[in-house]
Nanobody
Framework: QVQLVESGGGLVQAGGSLRLSCAAS????????LGWFRQAPGKERDFVAALSYSGSRTWYADSVKGRFTISVDNTKNTLSLQMNSLVPEDAAVYYC??????????????????WGQGTQVTVSS
């Protein structure tokens, strides 16, 4: 079994920054694809960013390109999402996701097998 635990959410003013972290643990180290999704109230769970486990390939939703940066620390089994220039539309519950498959360009929630419990990000205007 794989466990993913997010942290780092909170309240920030528009224009501010937050850094989310996701710690992976369990029976195996994820060596496939890792990503972040977000879900605002009453909306679908949307793709935000993802990368290959090595960190060599990254891809982003258009809405966050240039503002968010995804990264992975393989030695600590930790995935991060640096979020800068936050806007109220970024407010949502952010979820860490993972799959043991290497799927470059994976943006669909159904492509990920493992999920964290989510961390709330609130952006005040």
């Amino acid at each position: 079994q794989v466990q993913l635990v997010e942290s780092g959410g909170g309240l920030v003013q528009a224009g501010g920054s937050l850094r989310l972290s996701c710690a992976a643990s369990g029976r195996t180290v994820i060596r496939g694809t890792l990503g972040w999704f977000r879900q605002a109230p009453g909306k679908e769970r949307d793709f935000v960013a993802a990368l290959s486990y090595s960190g060599s390939r990254t891809w982003y939703a258009d809405s966050v390109k240039g503002r968010f940066t995804i990264s992975v620390d393989n030695t600590k089994n930790t995935l991060s999402l640096q979020m800068n220039s936050l806007v109220p539309e970024d407010a949502a519950v952010y979820y860490c996701a993972a799959t043991e498959l290497w799927i470059v360009g994976a943006i669909g929630a159904t492509e990920y097998a493992y999920w964290g419990q989510g961390t709330q990000v609130t952006v005040s205007s």
